[in-house]
């Protein structure tokens, strides 16, 4: 949660990478690549390749959802911790993404609360 209204949501990995880049943030920016799930390069149900791997194009596009491409981030920059990621107010409406400033400690905070609820999950 970013506030009583807002919040990011993350699958597992995500979370786990997100905590380890709070964790130890660089100084320049890292990317994180946000993914739905990974594409399978098998055929899906509806198409006949015979069992063969799909074609690059068609496992692409047969892939539902979709992976996302990178729209997280994070960067230190002097004493304050960047998080640039999307943020949701809304569960009907799509995530928008801004900057979030976090001190250090609340970037080291942030990253151990976050492991703690992975470690838990899984």
């Known amino acids: ?3 009583d209204r807002e919040e990011v ?3 597992l990995a995500e979370a786990r990478e997100l905590a380890r880049l709070l964790a130890d943030p660089p100084h320049e920016w890292a990317a994180l690549t946000l993914t ?3 594409s399978d390069p098998v055929m899906p149900a509806g198409f006949h390749g015979e069992g063969r791997p ?3 194009r068609v496992a692409h596009f047969a892939a539902f959802p979709f992976t996302r ?3 997280a981030a994070v960067r230190r920059v002097l004493d304050s911790v960047t998080v640039f990621c999307p943020v949701q107010t809304d569960p009907h409406r799509d995530q928008s993404p ?3 400033a976090l001190t250090p400690g609340e ?3 942030l990253a ?3 492991a703690k609820l992975v470690d838990g999950v899984e």
Do not use: C, F, I
């Open 1 to 3: 949660m970013v506030s």
């Open 9 to 11: 949501l993350l699958e």
């Open 36 to 38: 739905m799930m990974n």
């Open 54 to 56: 799909a074609s690059k």
């Open 69 to 71: 491409s990178p729209v």
């Open 98 to 100: 801004r900057y979030l």
């Open 107 to 109: 970037a080291a905070g």
């Open 112 to 114: 151990a609360m976050v």
